[in-house]
């Protein structure tokens, strides 16, 4: 015979309410039994079930379970909820409720970092959209309130979207931090790499070449990838002494079976040849390398009623002010993420890209539309370094952009094959059509060949 499960008790307080907290076993019918009692609700916070601090509450309570053990036996009597009073007045309109013409601040019980926001049903509509948009918020389901950090940047935003909306319930500490430290990310195992190769230190020779070189980090890893897996293919024999046919041999092979794109097997075939040429000097192994021709498209392009619906699907202003940058001074996604605070010369309407592409600098448009936007998003969130900052002040990420993108095509319904590269092609492609001449687009675009800027004079015709 299985013994009784033990059942506890003991008070604990919910959304400023005293509850009783109920801890039991996990089983079916321990389950079904406590969602039998009238009030009875699970915190996924707490991990555990509880139930209104009432007699009748109680008396079901033991009525279903029969022997409860109580740890600091609780008062079934109810006592009423009451927030703090706010600073402003002593008959604050939150003595004992939310307010139903403010947002309510308040501090939380259970989390000193964070404060608990409260956005009446009234202003639901008109404010929800930016509550969202606070940084690191999350909606807590079981208080019907958001959580947001107890930040400078948190003040900030508020007290510049809400001016006059807000009921504080308690007074500001002095000592609040900038932002909140992040806990640090789960970080799973990295995936084992591909096997190296019989010859690896061939692969090592060729790494320190291209960075003597001086190529970008993404470019030595992508020649890397491409000749290990060049010489793994022909493991047993030396790198010195594969031959020019068994070369053609490998890419063919890659062309038929695999059918690779043309532009990763230029990229193989670069790699090849620079360990050729530049590592073991064997230029004529590699001189005449047969290339893909070059695939003759067009650039796809976002008409601007296209940018404009995709700008205003976006209610973050960060994401917002990154979209815009790259549409209105045609940036790539790496120049913008590469933007510092300085490089910002709005007296002069001009926007400063270091090291681009091709490690070149050059000078592009900061828009007044573009510029108003900015200004607003250094107000709130004031980036120290980067002008686009991550959450732990690093450089915000290429695929969080890209995410936020692809969020944002979809909820504009603009054309489905659209890139964020695609907003830069667009910006190229509209200033052609307003008259603007080629070779200062060319010069915006950081484009070393007019010939590059001219296959958007393709697009006008169609």
Known sequence: MSADPIITARPMEYQMQP????????????????????????????RCWHVPKTPEAWRELKEIFGVIQVIHAPEPEVQPVVLPASPKSANSPLAGQFSPNKITIFQLSDASDRLG???????????????KNIHNRRWDAEMKVWQVPYTKLTLRFLEKY??????????????IPERLEEA????????????????????????????LKRYSWRTVKGYKNCFRQFIWHYN?????????????????????EKRITESYQNQILSAIKMFYAEVVHQEDKVQGLLRPRRPDKLPQV????????????????KHRCILMLIYSAGLRLGEVLHLKVHDLQPENNRLFVREAKGKKDRCTILSDKAWVLVHEYLEIFQPIEWLFEGTNGGQYSERSVQAMFTRAKEKSRVNPSGTVHTLRHSFATHLLEKGVDLRYIQELLGHESSKTTEIYTHNLSR
Do not use: M
Not at 19 to 46: F, M
Not at 308 to 314: E, F, G, M, Q, Y
């Open 162 to 175: 809400f001016p006059g909306l807000l009921d504080w319930t308690f007074e500001l500490a002095e000592d």
């Open 117 to 131: 926001l409260h956005l009446p049903a009234g202003l639901v509509p008109a404010h929800l959209q930016t509550v």
């Open 302 to 317: 976002f008409t601007e009623d296209e940018v404009t619906r995709l700008l205003k699907s976006v209610d973050n202003l």
């Open 184 to 211: 640090p990310k789960y970080v799973p195992q990295a995936k084992s790499g591909p096997a190296p190769a019989k010859y690896e230190e061939a692969v090592t020779a060729l790494e320190q070449c291209l960075t």
């Open 236 to 256: 047993e024999v030396k790198p010195s002494q594969i031959t020019r046919k068994q070369i053609d041999d490998y890419v063919a092979g890659l062309i038929r």
């Open 19 to 46: 509850r009783i907290r109920i801890d039991l076993p996990y089983t079916p019918e321990c389950v079904q039994k406590i969602k039998s009692v009238n009030g009875a609700r699970w915190s996924a916070t707490h």
